[in-house]
C-alpha cells in the first residue's frame, strides 16, 4: 500500500492522494508522532527524569527573546526548531539563541507539509535551511522536525542523507490554538507525568512563534514554559536534544 501511494504523493496528486489516505495506515504513519513504520526518528529515550523543552517556528522577534529571558534566569538549556526563512530575517535573534547554549534544529525552509511535497522540494526545503543556519551559526544543525510531523520515507531519507537526525515528540498539546497557560501546562503536566511512570524522558513541544501568522500571540506559551520550569527544576533534569543522539 505504502509504495504506489508514495509514488502517488510525488507525483504531485496531494490533494487527490491526500483524501484518499485519510482513512488509512499510511496518513496515520505520516502525522502520527510515535509511529517509526517510515524510519527510526528519534522521540525520547527511556530516562525517566529528563525533559527536552523544544520549541518550533522560530525565530520571532516578539517571543523568542521573552523565552530566551526566561530560560536565562532558570539556567535552562532548550532546543528550537526553527524555520529557515526566518531564521534569515532575524540572524541576530539565531546567533542569541546559540549564544545561549541552547541547541537549534532544522524546520524546513517554510513549514511546508513535507509527506505531501516532491523530493526536490523535500531536499530544497532541508538543504536550504541548512545552509542558512551554518551561514549564521558557523555549523549546519543536526536536527530535523518535520513541520506538522508529516513525513513519509523519503522525506526521513533526505534529512539523514543531509546529516540530519529526524526529531518528533512525545509531549504536545495544542499552545498554537492560544488556549490559557494553565491550561497548556495542565495537559502537559498530564503527558509528562505519564511518561515519567512509563519510564519514558518526555520529549516537549511548545512554539515561540507561528508559521502562518508571525504575529501570533505566543505569551501563553511561554508562561506554560515558565510553570514547566517551576514545577519540574527541583526533581527532573532540563536537557537539550544533543543529550539523547
Ligand atoms: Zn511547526
Given amino acids: 500500500m505504502i509504495s504506489p501511494l508514495a509514488l502517488e504523493l510525488s507525483a504531485g496528486l496531494g490533494v487527490t492522494a491526500g483524501l484518499g489516505l485519510a482513512a488509512g495506515g499510511f496518513a496515520y504513519a505520516s502525522l502520527w508522532p510515535a509511529s517509526q513504520l ?86 530544497d526545503q532541508l538543504s536550504r ?14 536536527f530535523f522536525r518535520p513541520p506538522y510531523g508529516a513525513r513519509r520515507p523519503a522525506t526521513l531519507a533526505i534529512a539523514r542523507r543531509l546529516g540530519l537526525t529526524p526529531v518528533l515528540w512525545n509531549a504536545m498539546t495544542s499552545d498554537w490554538k492560544n488556549p490559557s497557560a494553565d491550561a497548556i501546562a495542565l495537559r502537559l503536566i498530564h503527558k509528562i507525568d505519564r511518561l515519567y511512570r512509563l519510564g519514558q524522558a518526555a520529549n516537549i513541544v511548545l512554539h515561540d512563534g507561528s508559521h502562518s501568522h508571525p504575529s501570533a500571540d505566543r505569551a501563553p506559551s511561554v508562561a506554560a514554559a515558565a510553570q514547566l520550569i517551576a514545577r519540574y527544576q527541583p526533581t527532573h533534569q532540563f536537557v537539550t536534544l544533543d543529550a539523547w543522539a
Avoid: K
Fill in 38 to 123: 517510515f524510519g527510526p526518528s528519534l522521540i525520547a529515550p527511556p530516562r525517566p527524569g529528563e525533559l527536552a523543552l523544544t520549541f518550533d517556528d522560530g525565530p520571532n522577534p516578539l517571543w523568542t527573546p521573552r523565552l530566551l529571558d526566561l530560560l536565562s534566569r532558570r539556567g535552562v538549556r532548550a532546543t528550537f526548531f526553527l524555520v529557515g526563512s526566518r531564521a534569515q530575517s532575524h540572524p541576530a535573534l539565531v546567533r542569541q539563541i546559540l549564544a545561549a547554549g541552547h541547541c537549534i534544529g532544522n524546520h524546513s525552509w517554510s513549514h511546508r507539509n513535507l509527506a505531501l511535497a516532491p523530493s526536490s522540494t523535500i531536499e
Fill in 129 to 142: 535551511t541548512n545552509q542558512t543556519l551554518a551561514e549564521i551559526t558557523g555549523a549546519p544543525p543536526r
